[in-house]
T-cell receptor
Framework: NAGVTQTPKFRVLKTGQSMTLLCAQDMNHEYMYWYRQDPGMGLRLIHYSVGEGTTAKGEVPDGYNVSRLKKQNFLLGLESAAPSQTSVYFC??????????????FGSGTRLTVV | AQTVTQSQPEMSVQEAETVTLSCTYDTSESDYYLFWYKQPPSRQMILVIRQEAYKQQNATENRFSVNFQKAAKSFSLKISDSQLGDAAMYFCAYRGWIQGAQKLVFGQGTRLTINP
C-alpha cells in the first residue's frame, strides 16, 4: 500500500545513546517533514526537506540532525539522546502546491523513551 | 509567525449530541488551507475536514462541519450526532507558505470524550 512508513515503532534509549529514525515514502512526494508530539503542545516541526539533498530547520531542531540522500527517504538522527527527547515522532510527506490542495500523508509514529 | 491556538484542552459530550471545538490562528497570508485532524489511540493522523481560505462556503463532511470566519481568523469544528468512535484527540492545523516553504502548523490539540 502507498504511504509513509516509519521504523522503528517503539524504542527505549539510555541517555547519551544515539539512534536514527527512518521515514520512507513511495508517493514521489517532494516535501518531507519530521514532527514531535508532546502532551499539550500538539505537533511541532523539527526539520523538513523540500527535495532530495535538501534539509532545513523547523521550530524545534536542537539535538536532531536529518538527511535526505534519496527522495523517498528522510532520516532523523539523535546523536546523544536526552530525556527531553522522549516523545512521539511523526514523519509526513506532501507535494508542494499553490492554489491547489495537496494532502499530507503521515506515518504511524515512533514512540521514543529516553531513560 | 503563523500560529494556531486551541484553547480547549479537553471537551466532553453526550453520545448523539453536538459539540463544537474551537480554533484560532494568526497569519498575514491570504492563501492558505485549514484542517482538522483526528488522532485516535492508535496514533494515526486522520484528516477530518479541510477548508480553503479563498472559499467563503463552510466545508462539510457528513456529521462534521466547520465555521470558518476568515476576518476573525477562527475555524471551529462542529460534530453532530456524536458517536463513541468520535472520541479522540483533535488537532487544528494551518497550511501555508512560511519562510519560503510550505509547512503545516498544528494547534495544541483538544481531547474529546464521548459519554454513553
Amino acid at each position: 500500500n502507498a504511504g509513509v512508513t516509519q521504523t522503528p515503532k517503539f524504542r527505549v534509549l539510555k541517555t547519551g545513546q544515539s539512534m536514527t529514525l527512518l521515514c520512507a515514502q513511495d508517493m514521489n512526494h517532494e516535501y518531507m517533514y519530521w514532527y514531535r508530539q508532546d502532551p499539550g503542545m500538539g505537533l511541532r516541526l523539527i526539520h523538513y526537506s523540500v527535495g532530495e539533498g535538501t534539509t532545513a530547520k523547523g521550530e524545534v531542531p536542537d539535538g536532531y540532525n536529518v538527511s535526505r540522500l534519496k527522495k523517498q527517504n528522510f532520516l532523523l538522527g539523535l546523536e546523544s539522546a536526552a530525556p527531553s527527547q522522549t516523545s512521539v515522532y511523526f514523519c509526513a510527506s506532501s507535494y508542494p502546491g499553490t492554489g491547489e490542495y495537496y494532502g499530507y500523508t503521515f506515518g504511524s509514529g515512533t514512540r521514543l523513551t529516553v531513560v | 509567525a503563523q500560529t494556531v491556538t486551541q484553547s480547549q484542552p479537553e471537551m466532553s459530550v453526550q453520545e448523539a449530541e453536538t459539540v463544537t471545538l474551537s480554533c484560532t490562528y494568526d497569519t498575514s497570508e491570504s492563501d492558505y488551507y485549514l484542517f482538522w485532524y483526528k488522532q485516535p489511540p492508535s496514533r494515526q493522523m486522520i484528516l477530518v475536514i479541510r477548508q480553503e481560505a479563498y472559499k467563503q462556503q463552510n466545508a462539510t463532511e457528513n456529521r462534521f462541519s466547520v465555521n470558518f470566519q476568515k476576518a476573525a481568523k477562527s475555524f471551529s469544528l462542529k460534530i453532530s450526532d456524536s458517536q463513541l468512535g468520535d472520541a479522540a484527540m483533535y488537532f487544528c492545523a494551518y497550511r501555508g507558505w512560511i519562510q519560503g516553504a510550505q509547512k503545516l502548523v498544528f494547534g495544541q490539540g483538544t481531547r474529546l470524550t464521548i459519554n454513553p
